[in-house]
């Protein structure tokens, strides 16, 4: 009996160099990328659409038959069959073992040490839609992997360099004194990940505005505790249609930082304000006032709050100013979290 498998061939890319890499456009490097190269243009793909989006992220030559402990995942195989020749068994459990270890895809040249695979391995590449890439005529393999380095330093240099220009608009939003909700805005229309921000006082942002349940059910998330002083203050999540890619990991590790940073900022000034504003303590605990005029101060400072009883807390002053304000900043933090306000005074 004939086995018949999906083929899918992409178009040879009609340019050299970097040309099919403008493509991926910092979205992760699949088999189908590398099938646009030059290499492949005489290769017969057994494979459909979606296994043709495996992520590669490194090329190997392996004729070795015990191979999974030898893998990380993401690796498209080059192989010769030297390992199994004709022997069925040997080629299924090394396929199995590409497959468990999810490789991205194995290439065979049936030339010299096989002439064919068994229809049993590729019925369990077609039940796993792994990708087979078969050369009929003799490959260097070495011009495969070189090529594939070029890919991957032209990739990493349009990275680092999309990184920098984050890195660059992040900083000029913190430098000119924006808030938060414009370092959300600008990941957010940079990168084109949605994201959550939940603050532990205040109202969740989200960009965009809505997220049908249905559709975070099938998104990638990755979460982030924003933290200062080693104190969580929010968490970030961002959403992502694929599984997170490494420019999206490092993107949102910046994103992090700048939050943290302003929210730290933020909560300074805040703070350095209040504590002008509640210097009438000290006139209150030596006995100035009297118990309407407390309330009426209290109303004013806290509007939306509603005291029914007080409670005195007594701690160790710090002589260093930047370090009792960082300190008061996480308490109040750590009270309101609890529907305390937090009142305080030198």
């Known amino acids: 009996m004939r086995l018949t498998v999906e083929k899918f061939r992409i178009p040879a ?45 490194w090329v190997h030559i392996m004729d070795s038959t015990n191979v999974k402990h030898l893998l990380n995942g993401g690796e498209l195989i080059l192989s010769t069959g030297l390992g199994w020749k004709d022997d069925d068994e040997i080629c299924l459990s090394f ?13 065979v040249e049936l030339v010299t040490y096989t002439k064919q695979l068994p229809a049993s391995a590729i019925q369990l590449a077609k039940d796993n839609d792994f990708p087979l890439i078969l050369f009929y005529e003799e490959v260097r393999y070495i011009d495969i992997t070189q090529d594939h380095y070029a890919i991957f330093l032209n990739y990493h240099h349009k990275m680092v360099t999309e990184l920098e220009r984050l890195s660059a608009l992040l900083n000029e939003s913190l430098l000119s004194g924006k808030d938060h909700i414009s370092l959300l805005k600008e990941f957010y229309q940079f990168t084109g990940l949605s994201l959550l921000f939940e603050p532990k006082q205040g109202e969740p942002l989200r960009f965009p505005a809505k997220i049908s349940d249905a559709k975070k ?3 990638a998330t990755e979460t982030r505790s924003i933290k200062v002083m080693n104190h969580t203050i929010a968490h970030l999540t961002v959403y992502s249609e694929k599984e997170f890619d490494e420019f999206q990991r490092l993107a949102t590790d910046r994103v992090e930082i ?7 900022r ?11 504003e509640e210097m009438w303590l000290q ?7 009297k118990e309407d005029d407390i309330r009426l101060q209290l109303q004013s400072m806290y509007p ?43």
């Open 266 to 276: 933020s909560m300074y000034v805040e703070e350095r304000k209040s504590r002008k």
């Open 283 to 289: 006139r209150w605990l030596t006995g100035d006032y």
């Open 217 to 219: 059910q099938t998104m």
């Open 95 to 107: 396929l199995r073992q590409l497959i468990d270890s999810q490789c991205a895809g194995l290439c």
């Open 13 to 57: 890319s009609a340019s050299e160099g970097g040309a099919g890499l403008a493509k991926v456009n910092l979205q992760r490097i699949t088999v189908g990328d590398f099938l646009e190269r030059p290499f492949f243009e005489k290769a017969d793909v057994l494979a459909s659409p979606s296994a043709l989006q495996r992520e590669v992220t």
């Open 304 to 346: 939306d709050d509603t005291f029914s009883s007080l409670i005195v807390c007594l701690g160790h002053r710090n002589n260093d100013t930047t370090t009792m304000i960082g300190n008061t900043m996480i308490t109040r933090s750590l009270f309101e979290d609890r529907d305390f306000t937090l009142i305080t005074t030198p």
């Open 258 to 264: 700048a939050l943290a940073q302003e929210l730290m």
